[in-house]
């Protein structure tokens, strides 16, 4: 029974499509692909449209500028084709579709330091497009399944889960990555970047996952994969020599303000203290970032409850009230302090300023309660 | 838990399970469960199951009032936070608005809040939440949430609908539920 | 990190930007209710006996609706290709073949009194952005509201089933626009979704029946709603579901399929039976 099931197997893999696929060229479009490859493609087009229509797309043209500025200096042939996209999420996470269209988080974009990392990571996914690993990756599963599906019909045994969807998650074949890392390396040099950012890039990655207890399946999150990536680039710049070339931390620093800034209120909003503390504990955390990011430490201390951490809060919202003296929210969250530390004084004080700062806040309703319920106490 | 709640609902029902869906005869009808009591809308139909109580007029997926009861060790069971009888209303509707986005696609980045402030919800002070995000297929979706702690629990109404005529279309009848709730 | 080339199929939303609006509009609405009706249809085992739903109104008194003008909104239809081991890939070709043979089966349909039919497909060119905007959100609204409506009106659900014998679905009036400015009374919203099993497909299902294992083949699902846009009612509502021998991309198997559909229509006989249009 089981060599039937080879011979059957055997024969629907001589029947399926054994040609190699043509890497894109840069010009190439829909019109230049396969029948197969179009399905594909359409599917992508698809997608895209699907991110705009629910909002996805994070909406600053000048960061959105900045990064297709660097996807053009990786692939500068493409330029007419590939077309780079923030995503508004903080998950760790950026994927490349066979139609061109390169996904970041935001997310990712606030845990990188510098222009070289963005590239890295660019240069990475681009290659995933450029080699069509999404259209190598469909031949295979769908080989695989039919192969399987005959030997499942053939013996009893129950048919292989759905391959294209559990990898989706998980990244590429091991062989297609490493691709992705080598000529992905290769673009990173060629278009002038510290090559030597590319290993610490899935470090740093790796520890944010590590630190953060990240379980989300997508591939930047997963440790097995990061710890290839690491090996994978280490190896390739060892083999270069790894000249010291640009690393671009200035300018990168200046275009993601903004939203690393936005990003800490985000975590914040979804109760991820501690993407917040492991951001704003680093030594270096309030060079990069303003001094009213300090109203954020505090309220991710206050946020993760533990003891001692509603000292820590209160000397870290102090510390922004110093250093930050019109920003309203750190205000609001003394006021608060003090509310529940039962110092009912220094707490209205609090709260009249805030709304002194800010009369129109969105919470007014809340803390006119909170200073009544002060009064009559 | 509502997410879950409802996909079993729809696939229960698929599957031929008629029996937990009533429909609501009588204007004087009212749910008695162990926590809470709620007088239920004459016309439409209910699945009631661990005092959770599900409402809808023309399908669960359309409009939907959801009410809840949860015990504090499962206030905001997805962000892995418990619930407890001294947490500011405040703090209440910003854990809601972190598990809606916890759950979400994206973590819904679309995600309006139209407003948030205190209310009284049977005597009791809580906060209500108006939120409204966008479907994958560019639905705009509006929520209602209302919601108070107690020594006992955590208590929440939410009501959802398209942004499109049901919505408001509805939405009094929300407020009268709403306005019916009480705690046992 | 991989495209996921299966997900794309529950979320067939095209919106190409192209100079095709009619299509652009339509086709970011579609999957969800064919998924769903696909699913539940599957699971309750429910395609036998009468499956149209007609509004309230029209169950009284079926001239209650004059219609004059009714239009055809984009079609749209998703045809996918089934590999040997369970991959769907949508092929857009196909997709075309099967819209275009909707469009051509749906046009050629009259009433008795040459009145009160799909009189021609909508022009989007003559919207402003705005109204194509709100069409198209009207759309995805379609799918949910067809999508519940279905649901509740399954045979198992008994205590939906008042849905059924007063059918009162609606979307709004915010598409009264489209009748009073430009003198559309209803529109014609046609989904549906086919699989077609690859050769390898079928020879997998072949070897299975020797070994009595069944393999899925392919399906196809036509789903139809008649709104009507002054009040935004759901005059009607169908679907029809077959087995892998109906082939949507065949301008008759497609034909076949979208007759049955249209039974149960307000005011319209079945396509091709001859009889004379407007006497």
Redesign the interface.
Known sequence: MRHLAVL?GVL?LA??QTAPIAPMTGAQGAAGLT??E???W??????D??M?????L?EDAALQAYVAGIMRKLYPEYADTIRVRI?????L??????NGSIYINTGMLARLDNEAQLATVLAH?GV?FTRK??WQ??RN??S???????F???T?IP??G?L??I???Y??SKDLEREADVDGFERLRAAGYDVSQAPVTFEYLLAEVDALDIDEP???STHPRLQERIQSFSQLVRQSGGANRYRGEQPYREQLEKLQLELLQ?YL???QYQSVLLILERDDAFTRYPPSARFYLGEAYRLRGEEGDSERAANAYQAALRLAPAFAPTYRALG?HYMKSDRPEQAESFFRRYLELRPDA??K??IE??RSSLRKN | MPYKLLMMLLVGMLAGCAANWVRIDSADTQYRGAHYHVSLPAGWVRFEKDDTVLLSRDGPDLQRILIEYRAHDKG?EN?K?TSSPGM???ELA??T???I??TA???L??LE?L????VEIGGQ?G?ALHLRF?????LRMELLIRGFVDERGFYLLTYRAPTLHYFKRDRPVFESVATSFRAS | ?????????R??????KSVKRDRDMR??CHAGAVWLLLMALTVAGCTTGPTAKVHHSLQRDAAARPLEQVVLLPVDVDVY?M?????K?????WSRSAEDNIRAAMLVSKDPRGKGCVTREVDTSALTAEEREIIKEHLALFNLVANNAMWATLPANSAWHFKAEHFDYTLGNQLRFLKTKYGIDAGLVIVGEDVVSSA?RK??AV??AV?G?M?PLGHSVLLGGLVDFDTGDLLWLNYKVASGDTDLRDPGSCLALARELMQGYPGLRPVGDGSPAGK
């Open positions: 059957i629907w029947g399926c029948a197969e179009r399905r594909l359409h599917s992508a087009q698809e997608l449209q699907q705009v229509n629910a909002d996805y994070y995503l508004d999420s903080p998950s996470n950026a994927f490349a579709l066979p996914e995933h690993h999404s990756q469909q599963v769908k695989s399944t039919a192969f399987s599906t005959g499942g019909v053939v009893g048919l292989l759905d294209v969807a990898s989706s998650m990244g590429f997508y591939f930047f985000d909003e979804l109760g608060l969105p919470d309703g809340y309660l909170y | 905001f962000l936070r500011l209303p405040s910003d854990l608005i972190a598990e986005r916890a696609e994206q973590k980045p679309s809040v407003s948030n402030a205190p002070t906060f966008k479907t994958e297929e560019g | 990190m991989q495209f996921d080339t299966v997900r794309c199929s979320f067939n939303r095209l919106a190409v086709r970011d290709e590999s040997a081991g369970g991959v890939e949508q092929v857009p070709e390898g020879a997998t070897v299975g070994f294992v393999v």
